[in-house]
């Protein structure tokens, strides 16, 4: 199943911050997120393997809920680059095959 | 970082013709290969798990004789979409994992358009 992503889409002005949040039905091992630029293949941006556990890259960091079987992936002070479709990829058993959630659209505007 | 490479990149082949989509893991070894395909402003459904010198798992609903998988080394799996027909458009976009590694490194992609 896949897990579902809100919201479907953000217009941000650059500076400003955005979260996207993603959720399982099933027990989760891991969470990724990706970023995919149009026509571009998804560029990895993290993967939270704990419950509870927090990571960051630049100013895009993620946290996991593993009792809530949920993941938020926060943006903060937003850049023209963070431009893209962000989706998360789920992973229930040690597996590596990733469900991944419909997408969410952020377009950042200067 | 790992470097997962595609090709092509675009392809456009005649209905009922085959086409052969290549995806190499340039610096690294990947025991597993992953297959998916993308409609537009759909996410990403995977298609097949490749395993290197064993056969593919296809997910419910991919047509194994339809599209025909296979790992010959560890840095390169194909996928070969048979008798293609227009439905069969998509972007194909392959992904590694690295031996003892966690994160998928996605290839480019290729699009393939039937007409």
């Known amino acids: 199943q896949q897990p579902v992503q809100s919201p479907q889409a953000v217009i941000l002005r650059e500076g400003e911050d955005a979260v996207i949040n993603c959720s399982s039905s099933?027990?989760?091992?891991?969470v990724h997120w990706y970023r995919q630029k149009h026509g571009e293949a998804p560029v990895f941006l993290m993967i939270?393997?704990?419950?509870?556990e927090q990571k960051g890259h630049e100013k895009i960091s993620a946290s996991f809920n593993e009792k809530k079987q949920q993941s938020s992936l926060y943006l903060t002070a937003s850049q023209l680059s963070y431009s893209g479709t962000y989706f998360c990829?789920?992973?229930?058993?040690?597996?590596?095959?990733?469900?991944f959630g419909a997408g969410t659209t952020v377009t950042v505007r200067a | 970082g790992a470097v997962v490479s595609q090709h092509p990149s675009r392809v456009i082949c005649k209905s009922g013709t085959s086409v052969k989509i290549e995806c190499r893991s340039l610096?690294?070894?990947?025991?597993?290969m992953f297959w998916y395909r993308q409609f537009p402003k759909q996410s990403l459904m995977l298609m097949a798990t490749?395993?290197?010198?064993?056969?593919?798992?296809?997910e419910q609903g991919v047509e194994k004789d339809k599209f025909l998988i296979n790992h010959a080394s560890l840095t390169l799996s194909t996928l070969t979409v048979t008798s293609a027909h227009p439905e069969d458009s998509s972007f194909y976009i392959c992904?590694?994992?690295?031996?003892?590694?966690?994160?998928?490194?996605f290839g480019q992609g290729t699009r393939l358009t039937v007409v």
């Open positions: 992904s590694a994992i690295k031996s003892w590694g966690t994160e998928a490194f």
């Open positions: 099933k027990a989760l091992y891991s």
């Open positions: 939270l393997l704990k419950g509870g």
């Open positions: 990829g789920t992973e229930p058993g040690n597996d590596y095959k990733l469900s």
């Open positions: 610096d690294f070894q990947a025991t597993t």
């Open positions: 490749s395993n290197e010198g064993s056969k593919a798992t296809y």
